[in-house]
Nanobody, 125 residues
Framework: QVQLVESGGGSVQAGGSLRLSCAAS??????MGWFRQAPGKEREGVAA????????YYADSVKGRFTISRDNAKNTLYLQMNGLRPEDTAMYYC????????????????????WGQGTQVTVSS
């Protein structure tokens, strides 16, 4: 069993930065990802990373602005978000799953079994 707890959300102005963290407990050598859901919209994948951290995958909407990373020694996943835009406003969720995933499937939410409770990110213009 894996438990995930996100932190680091908040309110910033457009152009600002935030770093989200996801603390994981239990067996944590998982594929991990960040997802977000804005009010009235479906949940979407933002970024994902392989267990060893060697491969990452990003949604086109955040490429060049967001960076996903992990510290396996600390069992922690990160999402550095720079150049934030109002359209980035959403609840952000951390997710994990032990099953192998091809890169093309790493941002699909049905590929992940474990989810955190989410942390809110609000970007004002």
């Amino acid at each position: 069993q894996v438990q995930l707890v996100e932190s680091g959300g908040g309110s910033v102005q457009a152009g600002g930065s935030l770093r989200l963290s996801c603390a994981a407990s239990g067996y944590t050598h998982h594929f991990m990802g960040w997802f977000r859901q804005a009010p009235g919209k479906e949940r979407e994948g933002v970024a994902a990373i392989w267990p060893g951290g060697g491969s990452t995958y990003y949604a086109d909407s955040v490429k060049g602005r967001f960076t996903i990373s992990r510290d396996n020694a600390k069992n922690t996943l990160y999402l550095q978000m720079n150049g934030l835009r109002p359209e980035d406003t959403a609840m952000y969720y951390c997710a994990a799953d032990v099953r192998y995933k091809a890169l093309a499937r790493m941002l699909l939410d049905d590929e992940y079994n474990y989810w955190g409770q989410g942390t809110q990110v609000t970007v004002s213009s």
